[in-house]
């Protein structure tokens, strides 16, 4: 038997039906997100196949068609294939290997000294207002002075032998790294500070759990110009006195006029200085996984 009375239809809000259509939207163009996150990175990949490489590979192709189609005198600029035909003549010699593991041994060691050095008095001065009053001055002076004009003065305090040249290349390669390790512990986030000491968290343990891992990355910002300073010091320490060496090879090559020895000697410094970024980014890797704004590529 009818009441006369039918149940009424509840009809949702605007307000209530919108969040359930919001959720069904982002639902459903999620993955749409993912692949065309997927198709950039193609794209990316298709647009430079080598990456940071793609331009270098480019110019040395233009570079050896334009010296085989007469473009580029060789007395300018020879052939990449002449430079490598020069490098291995070099080496069956002999001569390309000696100077090649003298270079390295004195970047080597001159590298290991100015990291020292910088890294100790980056930390002091970074850690302690008095290591900051000793350290900070002096340096701030002396980084603005060129490696060729310190050159002479190294001369006559340690001779032209190996002395001088390792000290040379450990000079260019201690400052940026302590004026880049020192930046980066003043700069760690006060807050991450405050919020260990309110933690309780001891002296040593902050130092070991927040200042330094905070200043992880302003440390490998200084080793990737450490890096690249060593090497600059190394080209203006082979200029002085030496018998062996990339610097030698030039200046011998430029001596009897071998254009391709010269390139060869520039190319073996651009790859050292290649090598040397690419240890780093490495490092960054494997290093700061733990960042928020890190993407594995």
Known sequence: MSTGFAPARVRPSRGAAAPSRERATETFTAPAGREGSRLTRLRRRVSWPLGIYTTPVAILVLWQVTSELGWLPEKIAPAPTAIVQAGVDLWKLGELSVDLTTSLRRVGIGLAIGLTIGI??????????????????????VHTIPLLAILPLMIVWFGIDELTKVLLISFGAGLPMYLNLFAAIRGVDQRLIEMARAAGVRRWRLITRVLLPGALPGFLVGLRFSLAYSVLGLVAAETINANAGIGYLINRAQTYLRIDQVYLGLVIYAILGLLADQFVRILERVLLQWRPSYEAS
């Open 120 to 141: 100790t008095t980056g930390i002091i001065a970074g850690l302690l207002r008095s290591g900051e009053y000793l350290f900070n001055g002096v340096v701030q002076i």
